[in-house]
């Protein structure tokens, strides 16, 4: 389990919650609770894991509910289970989208190329801007790197003024050259020879593969 599913879970788990009773009725101000644990859900997000696991655990022990007390117990124990480090690296951050997308698409796959446009054209970034300036910021020679290549193919996002579009895109490239390192996907990249396979039936080998991948290199000419 990740720090992203973990996180998923528990807020799947509050809007079950807020289906019940005691949370309509707000004994002795359940709701408040609530939005006290979806706000150190967010201080997590932002990367400042101890702080936020601090308040969980202050809401925890006074909370009136006890079926809240045990949805924040079961998320803390998710998260002994997590490594989590300030931010995922580049590298670790196309791996997760990798399998992401592919844990979540049911579409059949036939290409090793058509599995790499896929995957770009599904990525998903952080929404909060304060980690997005975090991320760029330590991403930065990747992100140079994509600037040099995406330069030289006429197809660079302004990193100023469309500065998610460029990480989309900048992350996007980074899955297809994964992609293209994969056996899988590589040997299956163009199916000239008329056999079409799915290459969903395999993608856990696909992820698995990926996450050998040490490092990647956008190459250009400057």
């Known amino acids: 389990m990740n720090l992203k599913s973990a996180i998923k879970k528990i807020e799947d788990n509050l809007e079950k919650f807020k289906e019940t009773e005691v949370y309509k009725d707000s004994v002795f101000s359940t709701v408040t609770e609530v939005e006290c ?32 007390c045990k949805i924040i117990i079961e998320f803390l124990d998710d998260l002994k289970k997590v490594k989590v480090e300030d931010n995922m690296t580049f590298i670790e951050f196309c791996k997760d989208e990798i399998a992401r997308v592919l844990n979540c698409t049911e579409k059949k796959i036939t290409t090793g190329e058509e599995l790499g446009l896929y995957i770009a054209q599904n990525v998903q970034i952080p929404e909060d801007k304060d980690q997005l300036e975090k991320l ?31 990480m989309k895109d900048a992350i996007g490239q980074g899955i297809k050259i994964m992609i293209e390192m994969n056996d899988v996907a590589n040997t299956n990249w163009s199916c000239e020879d008329g056999d079409y396979p799915n290459l969903l039936e395999r ?5 698995n593969e990926i996450n050998t991948i040490k490092d990647i290199e956008f190459e250009f000419n400057w």
């Open 37 to 68: 644990v979806m706000l150190a859900l967010e201080i997590i997000k932002l990367n400042s894991y101890e702080k936020g696991k601090t308040y969980l655990l202050g809401i925890g022990d006074t909370c009136y509910s006890d079926a809240l």
């Open 136 to 166: 760029k910021f330590e991403w930065a020679d990747y992100l140079m790197q994509y600037m040099g290549f995406a330069y030289e193919e006429g197809d660079l996002s302004n990193p100023f003024n469309e500065q998610e579009q460029f």
């Open 203 to 207: 993608k856990q080998e696909i992820i």
